[in-house]
């Protein structure tokens, strides 16, 4: 089947009186693909019932697309030299022991050709691969493989690292029409893959345009969102440094979580249940105009200004309450807890530098009561910043010595008899996602980060800067029922913008070297519409009374 779309526009004349279209197309509930289409419209006196349709490429980029990525090659990077015999087994911590499932986080970063600079793909690949060998002689337990809940055997076996090609898209469509589900195509692993011992995998993906993106996919057991970002960043300045940069600053990293919380002999692996429903991943952008619209509105008497990811947290929970009241559980059987993730580092004393590589975290727990506290959002924002303030020296003490347990994934949805809805927070924001992934060729496009899926709670939510650092990107996971609810909340789509992303060179139609390596008949998922197709528009909205009509029309042939 193949989708074309048309706009249709009623009432034109009336476009003067819009003050915030954005604001209008969110209300409407349009498609987000839509949405961040109509930005290229010129304002111009048009007739009372004028059609604009979309050219032959933009209806293509519009359709849903399923990317379809073909493996070209496989190898085992090793690190350059040898790990030394004392360095040979990397133990695990008591937080990676009991608090981290055996599941990957990944990256995937995206770099666009800009007709001057870009290398041809054999010159990529060498590259990331010859630095990719130097910087596992400094995160040797990347190149090793997971024994039990224990230890990683750093025994050089190495790191996979795969090559595909992007079929039937280039890079710039992803960026208009970002869909995080189907970006795990351009990582090696699943992230639910508990049987896999492999602590680090890599694949760099190439687009029909010659743009290419680079997916890492690395174990939550050995590392946090943190040390993720800073095995990136070092990997970055070796490949710079490579390359004649010798300013580029690559820092040793400190693996000494096992001796701040000592492994237990016999610790329970957390598990995950990946027979649950069908989860889903939509992300979401709020701008800095929106967020500081609720910072402002939290404000209370009994609460300063709360930062950005307080103000995100209370409101993306407030709009999941009423999500939950149509389960049919009466609220007082219900027990709602607000989770997130705290970086244990700054809050050591003194604190520790962030190249300190492990599962460096705790977890902070808010109980929001559903009664009216008079309060915005029941007063969440306040609770979260006071649970995460708990969260200093002496509580890191007491979790040393055995005082306090770390929360493990179970404890976030059981509960003494009562429906527990539990969210889980963690937040990117601040840390290096593009300054720092230079890898020779500028910085990327966009950074999509990605953690498993909600298999231990109800809904998982990750914040991440947007590429100007004002806005935030939030990823949010539950399951398809509960995210077709949130998509249709006009108080929520009135805070987000569209997900597309903003490129910042413009891509050329050069086809990758890879292009000869693929049969000229090769097949491919989706098809281009037909440039003779021609299209049925059918009315999808009516016109408005106070403003204009704007009725877009979905073109469907068989």
Known sequence: METSYTLLLIDFFQWSMITNFSDYMITKRLPYQIYAYINWITVRPFDRTTQIQLSLEDRYILTKMTLEVELISKEIIKPSSPTPDHLRYYRFSSIDQTLIPPVYSSTVHFFEFNGETQPNITEISNHLKTSLAEVLTLYYPLAGRAHDNLHIDCNDEGVPFLVAHVNNCKLSDVLRNPIPDDLTKLVVFELDDVDNRIPLGVQLNVFECGGFAIGQCISHKIADGLSMLMFS??????????????????????????????????????????????????????????????????????MKRPSRVETLSAFIWSRFVPIFKDDGIHDHQKFHSVLHAVNLRPRFDPPLPPHSVGNLISVACSTPSLLNTGEECYGLARQIRESISKIDKDYIKRLQQGAI???????????????????????????????DSNFGWGIPSWVYVR???????????????????????????????VMAKLESDSEFLQRVCPSWIGSGSILTNQRTPFANLHSRNRPRMIKRPSAHAQPKVVTWAASSAKLFGLAVKVLKRK
């Open 233 to 302: 960043r070092a990997w970055a300045a070796t490949a710079r440094r490579s390359l004649g940069d010798h300013q580029a600053e690559i820092q040793r990293p400190e693996f000494i979580s096992a001796t701040l919380f000592p492994p237990k002999l016999f610790a329970q692996q957390p598990t995950i249940d990946v027979a649950k429903n069908k989860l889903v991943t939509k992300r979401f952008v709020f701008d800095a105009s929106n967020i500081e619209y609720l910072r402002a509105k939290y404000v209370g008497t009994t």
């Open 405 to 435: 347990g770390n929360m493990g994934a179970g404890d976030m949805v059981t509960s003494h008899g009562e429906e527990k809805v539990a969210f889980l927070f963690t937040s990117l924001c601040r840390y290096p996602l593009y300054d």
């Open 451 to 481: 953690a498993p899926a909600a298999y231990f709670c109800n809904v998982l939510v990750i914040f991440s800067d947007t590429k100007d650092t004002n806005g935030i990107e939030a990823y949010i996971n539950s399951t398809e029922e």
